[in-house]
């Protein structure tokens, strides 16, 4: 069986998608890496993203797929790379949907705390931080979409002669 012939238009489309999703993981790094505020009242208070290893695992998987995507972005059309790339994405995104689950349910946690662990909710002491949580988890669930696409498409044109 030879090799598939992909149409330049989708080539584009998934180009494109790759670099909206660097720019999504990448936005959502700078946001999530600028998260930090400090409380005074009514306990002083410094809420960082540095605090919970899953918002560092959350940034670094977002790093990863940032750099990733760039890569491929900038990755010549007729380099032999992209017949591994459909392996990545697939690796990428289920990093990304891991990490962007795991950060979900720690901002739940700082939103409404829980009270059987003794862990109060913090959010209405530092607002800034929250608002730059949840934005920077929103935006790399937008990451995850863009890889999901790639996926989706990647996988109908490697299907596509199978099928007629």
Same mark, same amino acid.
């Given at each position: 069986m030879g090799d598939v012939e992909i149409p330049p238009l989708v080539k584009q489309i998934v180009r494109g998608l790759r670099? +909206?999703?660097?720019?999504?993981? %990448? +936005?959502?790094?700078?946001?999530?890496a600028a998260s930090h505020e400090r409380a005074i009242?009514?306990? $002083?208070?410094?809420? $960082?993203y540095t605090d919970l290893m899953l918002f560092k695992a959350f940034l670094g998987a977002n790093i990863a797929a940032s750099l990733y995507s760039f890569?491929?972005?900038?990755?010549?059309?007729?380099?032999?790379?992209?017949?591994?790339?459909?392996?990545?994405?697939? %690796?990428?995104?289920?990093?990304?949907?891991a990490m962007d689950s795991a950060a979900i349910a720690a901002?739940?946690?700082?939103?409404?705390? $829980?009270?059987?662990?003794?862990?109060?909710?913090?959010?209405?002491?530092?607002?800034?931080?929250?608002?730059?949580?949840i934005l920077a988890i929103s935006i790399g669930f937008g990451g995850v979409f863009m890889f +999901? +696409? %790639?996926?989706?498409?990647?996988?109908?044109?490697?299907?596509?002669?199978?099928?007629?």
């Amino acid at each position: 069986m030879g090799d598939v012939e992909i149409p330049p238009l989708v080539k584009q489309i998934v180009r494109g998608l790759r670099g +909206l999703a660097f720019l999504a993981t %990448i +936005l959502a790094t700078s946001f999530m890496a600028a998260s930090h505020e400090r409380a005074i009242f009514p306990f $002083d208070y410094k809420a $960082d993203y540095t605090d919970l290893m899953l918002f560092k695992a959350f940034l670094g998987a977002n790093i990863a797929a940032s750099l990733y995507s760039f890569f491929f972005v900038c990755l010549p059309p007729k380099s032999l790379l992209w017949r591994l790339a459909i392996v990545l994405d697939v %690796i990428m995104f289920g990093l990304l949907v891991a990490m962007d689950s795991a950060a979900i349910a720690a901002a739940y946690l700082h939103k409404h705390g $829980d009270s059987q662990a003794f862990w109060p909710p913090i959010c209405s002491q530092v607002p800034t931080y929250c608002y730059r949580v949840i934005l920077a988890i929103s935006i790399g669930f937008g990451g995850v979409f863009m890889f +999901l +696409l %790639i996926i989706i498409i990647s996988i109908s044109v490697i299907l596509n002669p199978l099928l007629v």
